[in-house]
């Protein structure tokens, strides 16, 4: 254990707590202190009486106990025996020190202990009172579990063994990701397992590699043996897989699953499919195995400085792995970290989904100023400069690193001007789209956003077409801060389509979600961290539509005009601005009172006798027209 620990040895009067907790304590040379010490005379007057103590008279006790530990822990590591039957109780023993808690549950059926208690002497508990202790146990998830049929000995051994030698945390699969993340949970003291597969002759000893190569992971341990990596974690098992999403994700559990036991953890820390998470879960759930699916933003960077984590799946199970997650992710401006529990089944992963489909068009709408800027003969440099100068209205990771993506040089060139116009993606944009046309959301940018790469990718087509319609953009005289009101105003319109996807998915799916919390761990360590997305976690306190704060309002009212302007313009002078142009037109429906959308229910009735609701019934009856 490479942090200082507190080991707690919990379980009912008799099951030898303090005979276990002296003799580890010798063993581990760490000072011990049985719990019962600690009790008020008002508690050990009110037991030996036969009066069970409620959670009123333990709450103090446990208090104290906890004050210990943590007083402890600034020196050493120590062994604390305490009964503990409840989880309250365990949370409020390991409040803040939750990552440096580790609990032993030695358990024994109800005779095993009663006859145990019948031969002790100077003991205020009364056999008597054993029943209402096994009534009160809550069996702990988090704990290691020891009959106490086994000697002494032996179970000091298992605990020494299980404590020391084995990790308390695998991390399976070192891409780029697995290997920053590796590094994280490695400086933040945990002792973690890694493994990575072998491919004679392309991908050997990686694992063993990785290890040698950063000091931080000297009491790390490398595995290229599955079976061997899974034996080397203490139990609860939990390992975050961080492989590419889809089937190989789904062949590396069923590699796993013959050597996990009931009650492991698997975290998928990958891109996957907030529907596939929901199916692992069910499917993992049936082999009595929890799934927590956690979505990771912020690059290879941002996973080893801290990202912006989201998890979802099982409440009680997060809090298995919370430690480990908010230890690793960044911190907000309150020194929170940017983690938290997201929701139900598959919600991490959506959310984490939605945060890409956002990206998608913040990474558009900057391409767009730039594509507007050059066409006014300006250059990269030049760019960079305005864009510099929008920091204090508009700034955001993106921005900035599109600033020093303008900047870098190439011998005498800009890179920029070398980079070939095809814009690549991984999926989670077309999911996106899918899952907004799915719910009935209109995130019209986010499928613009897509569908603009799409369109890159035909380049040859594009160059030819450019050829037959002659279509040449022309330079116009504007305002840039003009463009900048433009650019704002559709950032405006992402983030509030963005938020309503989240929102529209948290209802349909029955998901539990806070969107100002969403918003806060959305303000550092992620790819879409911004100034905007600051002021958003106040907002979403008051309401999810971000359009009806009247901060917002007053400030879309001043944008309008400039967008409606510079719109206009690039229309008219043959320049692309899909995500621009459609925040204008999404915009324009969205506060249309009364639309055209009673001709569409009109043809629809014509053809398909799919009926329409009349302005002049208010009780909202469907009719019916024979046209």
């Not at 590419?244 to 050597?259: H, Q």
């Not at 953890?265 to 759930?285: F, M």
């Not at 961290?529 to 359009?547: H, Q």
Request: aromatic share 8%; net charge neutral; proline share 3%.
């Amino acid at each position: 254990m490479n942090l200082n620990n507190v080991i707690f040895v919990m379980g009912v009067s008799g099951c030898g707590k303090s005979t276990i907790g002296k003799i580890l304590s010798q063993k581990l040379n760490m000072p011990f202190f049985d719990g019962d010490d600690f009790h008020p005379q008002s508690n050990i007057d009110k037991m030996s009486s036969g009066i069970p103590l409620n959670d009123e008279d333990r709450y103090g006790w446990l208090r104290t106990l906890n004050e210990l530990a943590k007083k402890q822990l600034q020196d050493k590591s120590c062994v604390i025996v305490c009964s503990a039957l409840k989880k309250s109780y365990r949370d409020i023993l390991s409040s803040d020190i939750q990552n440096q808690v580790k609990w032993v549950h030695l358990a024994g059926s109800f005779h095993q202990i009663l006859e145990r208690l019948k031969k002790r002497e100077n003991h205020f508990m009364s056999p008597d009172l054993l029943q209402s202790q096994f009534d009160t146990l809550e069996q702990p998830k988090e704990a290691l579990e020891i009959n106490i049929g086994l000697k002494p000995e032996e179970i000091v051994e298992i605990i020494t063994k299980e404590l020391q030698m084995k990790s308390e945390f695998g991390l399976f699969g070192l891409g780029v990701m697995g290997k920053s993340l590796s590094r994280n949970l490695a400086q933040k003291g945990f002792k973690i397992s890694i493994f990575n597969r072998e491919a004679k002759g392309t991908e050997e000893d990686v694992a063993i590699k990785f290890k040698e190569a950063h000091k931080e992971l000297e009491t790390s341990q490398p595995f290229s043996d599955i079976e061997a990596f899974v034996n080397s974690l203490q139990t609860p098992r939990r390992i975050m897989l961080m492989v590419n999403a889809g089937k190989i994700t789904d062949m590396v559990i069923e590699d796993l699953i013959p050597f996990l036991s009931d009650g492991d953890i698997l975290i998928d820390g990958g891109n996957s499919n907030y529907l596939k998470t929901k199916e692992r879960y069910d499917y993992l759930k049936s082999k009595h195995i929890h799934f927590i699916g956690v979505g990771v933003s912020g690059g290879e960077q941002g996973a080893l400085k801290g990202p912006s984590i989201m998890p979802g799946g099982n409440k009680d199970i997060y809090n298995l792995v919370q430690p480990y997650l908010e230890s690793i992710a960044a911190k907000d401006a309150n020194n929170l970290p940017c983690c938290t529990y997201i929701g139900e089944e598959g919600s991490g992963h959506f959310v984490k989904m939605v945060h890409n489909g956002i990206e998608y068009v913040e990474m558009q709408l900057l391409a767009e100023v730039y594509t507007i800027l050059k066409t006014t003969g300006k250059n990269p440099d030049q760019i960079a400069d305005i864009l510099e100068s929008w920091k204090p209205k508009a700034d955001s990771y993106l921005l900035g690193i599109t600033i020093e993506v303008l900047r870098k040089k190439d011998g005498n060139d800009w890179l920029v001007n070398k980079i070939v116009d095809k814009a690549g993606n991984k999926g989670t944009g077309n999911w996106t789209t899918i899952a907004t046309a799915e719910l009935g959301a209109p995130s019209t940018l986010i499928a613009s956003a897509l569908f603009a790469r799409y369109t890159s990718f035909y380049k040859e087509e594009r160059v030819q077409a450019s050829e037959n319609f002659n279509i040449v953009p022309s330079s116009f005289s504007l305002d840039t801060e003009d463009v900048l009101k433009a650019y704002q105003f559709a950032r405006i319109i992402n983030h509030y389509q963005g938020l309503k996807l989240i929102s529209e998915a948290g209802k349909a799916y029955r998901w539990t979600l806070n969107l100002s919390e969403i918003a806060r761990i959305w303000t550092n360590g992620c790819i879409i961290k911004s100034d905007f997305m600051v002021a958003l976690i106040s907002v979403l306190k008051v309401d999810d539509n971000i359009l009806k704060d009247k901060t917002i309002i007053e400030k879309v009212k001043d944008l309008k005009p400039s967008i409606n302007k510079l719109v206009s313009q690039c229309i008219i002078n043959e320049l692309p601005v899909p995500c621009l142009s459609e925040s204008v037109i999404f915009f324009n429906g969205y506060t249309t009172a009364n639309s055209s959308a009673n001709i569409i229910q009109a043809q629809r009735d014509y053809f398909g006798a799919h009926t329409y609701q009349r302005t002049d019934d208010v009780t909202g009856k469907f009719h019916h027209t024979n046209w």
